[in-house]
Nanobody, 125 residues
């Protein structure tokens, strides 16, 4: 199983980026795909997630209304659209996949079985 995150970069505050997470090695239709981020000196935190089969989504309060998760089953890829970026969004962003994620565990790192390598997002003020 491999999760390959990409799309990070340097952007000014107010700008946008789209992150991709290409999944391979198994069928992920029954999985929940999550995005987490980790800023320097801070713990890895939940950003959002999508249930692949039905497209239902969850978001952290800090990104609701600015970030959007989607998936493309034909490409086995999950996307995280980041709009209205703020300097506090600067972090390494990770995608993850979980087989048994439910509503009460979707924000927990331990609920996810597989992780990608991360992609750096830097937002300048």
């Amino acid at each position: 199983v491999q999760l390959q995150a990409s799309g990070g970069g340097l952007v000014q505050a107010g700008g946008s980026l789209r992150l991709s997470c290409a999944a391979s090695g198994r069928t992920f239709s029954s999985y929940v795909m999550g995005w987490f981020r980790q800023a320097p000196g801070k713990e890895r935190e939940f950003v959002g997630a999508i249930r692949w089969s039905v497209g239902s989504t969850w978001y952290a309060d800090s990104v609701t209304g600015r970030f959007t998760i989607s998936r493309d089953s034909a490409k086995n890829t999950v996307y995280l659209q980041l709009n209205s970026l703020k300097p506090e969004d600067t972090a390494v962003y990770y995608c993850a996949a979980g087989r048994s994620v439910i509503n009460t565990t979707v924000r927990m790192r331990r609920a996810y079985d597989y992780w990608g390598q991360g992609t750096q997002v830097t937002v300048s003020s």
